[in-house]
């Protein structure tokens, strides 16, 4: 190392979060995804009372029961998973539920770099920044829910860093 | 093609004898096919078909191949081709690093060889010349040396007689070529044979599968035969097969196995029968790849791969530069590549010991689970209860064959006890890492490390599995990715 930079050593405390707009989107999100499955789960279930006469009533419960839960629990905690760090060279990202994620990329390692915003991200105003490294393990790196200011800042931020030359 | 230039190139003709031949074989083994639907009188008109099909092919072949044309330019490559899709691909000799040639069986009797354009891009399609003649390549080979050696204006241009001999950094005699085939013992023959059977077992009348039957017609004789001496026939013929099997393998495949340095990279050339000549270029080697086996490693050999962009052909991702060496052997390599041989396992950073008990939790849990669902079916199931000791041992044996070690701008990488590897990547070759942890882990308080390089297999990229936790956030930002 060249020049000196504080040894960073920091635990998931210190990242800032995704934008509060972010837990909408995720919301909607679950909300979709959802859905198919929950109606295949119901014409499952009403051919299986047909052919045997098991009543569709408890999975189909069952089924509503387990998508109200993905909808209105998880959003909330899958945002709270999420963080990111700009660290003078470069950016950590956190992220996951259950398997939990800390990515690092060097600023001087990215190939290139998208925004991009879906339908739900436009109506609620956020985007999602990826990272592109030249590493088959991580050759994308997403950070998701950012306002779109803080994105493009970002942005250019980090294209000042790129090298023109390959690797 | 009446815009073009005068002096462009088809592919050899060969290539259209080459493409029949190579189709020959499967109208062949499709005739019987064809008798059989066509009926036992019909193996004329299966003939009559089966000559059609191989016309239309070659015909196909030589539309193709009137459609293909390639120019080498003064300062770039192009080829034109596509039958209805013209297609025109324009290759500056800046990019280009070198040009590899692969020769099948086929193409040596033709004294014809594939050629592929290496750029210094990140791999893929990037121009095929199928098939042009030997002279040919090396026109263009000199073509594009004699353009970097014009072009560039530094201390090192190339001067013809260092093209001319290329120092060879490591070749195989026909003794370590023995060496190696022995190492290589398979019984992947017996696989073979066991797909024969299963082919021909269909004509075969439906009892024979039957042991009862074999049993009742020939198990006295069985009895009296049973002596020492047909059962240490019998291993010792599984063992020469298997001996023979490798032999044959690593002889068709390493065979005049040689490395040499050309200006811009290594340049490997192997094979029996498909004769290979590939260039590595030095700029897109990202890392080494050391691996021996508990056997191998007893008389000190060992074999070294590069972690390329790219890939070696159907040889895998990692291209082989040396498949059975001692350490020293190795050294002149490593020079050419400013990398170091990897210190003596003491220097190496042992991870947690907690690797241990994770592994015995998380296995524990599938065996305990594997003999609940098997109790279901088989009454024997506590009988899979002996493989208890064995994943007992595993997790010992692994954690003390891992470790992880950082010298200087290099990270080294060991892992496994039946087959040990060591990996050495750059540091400015790492394009990014991840701390991972899973359910048990976050339990354990450990993380894996996962590093993304370019070139790597994607199902098995570089991990450290199951560091501290801190001590892994602290490699993870200051030690690997220096952020």
Known sequence: MTDEMPPVEAGPAPLTPLDPRQKAVLRVRSIIAGLVPLIILSVGASILERETGFPSLWIIGAGIFLYMATVLLLPERRYRRWGYRQEGRGIRIASGLIVRRETVVPYDRVQHIDISRGPIERFFGVATLTLHTAGSYNSTVDLPGLAVEDAERMRDEIRSFIRHDLP | MSEQPENWSRLHPATLAIRALEQLPQFVLGLPAAAYFIGNTGIVVALFFALVGVGVSVGLAYIYWLRFAYHVGEEQLIIESGVFNRNRRTIPFDRIQDVSLEQKLLARVFGVSVARIETGGSGGDEGELDCISREEADRLRDRIRAYRAGSSADADTADEAAVETEPVLYTMSAGRLAIAGLFNFSLVFLAVLGGVWQYVGSYLPSDYLDPRQWIDAY?????????????????????????????????????????????????????????????IPLKRVQAVVISTSILKRFFGWRGMALQSLGTDGGAGTNHVVAPLAYAEDLQPILDELHSRPPPPDARFERVSPKLIYRSWLEDGIVLAAIIAGVSFFWSGGPWLLLLVPLFAIAPVL?????????????????RGFWRPRITILPLNRVQSASLVRGLTQRGFGIATLVIGSAGASLASPLKILDLDENAARKLLGRDICRV
């Open chain 2, 398 to 414: 692994q954690y003390r064959a891992h470790g992880y070690c950082i010298e200087g701008e290099l990270l080294f990488v060991r």
């Open chain 2, 219 to 279: 198990g006295d004789q069985a009895l009296g035969m049973m002596t020492a001496l047909p059962i240490v026939g019998f291993f010792a013929l599984l063992i020469a097969i298997g001996a023979i099997t490798g032999l044959v393998r690593t002889f068709a495949r390493e065979f005049g196995f040689r490395l040499t340095r050309t200006e811009t990279g290594l340049r490997r050339q192997r094979g029996l029968f498909t004769r290979t000549d590939v260039v």
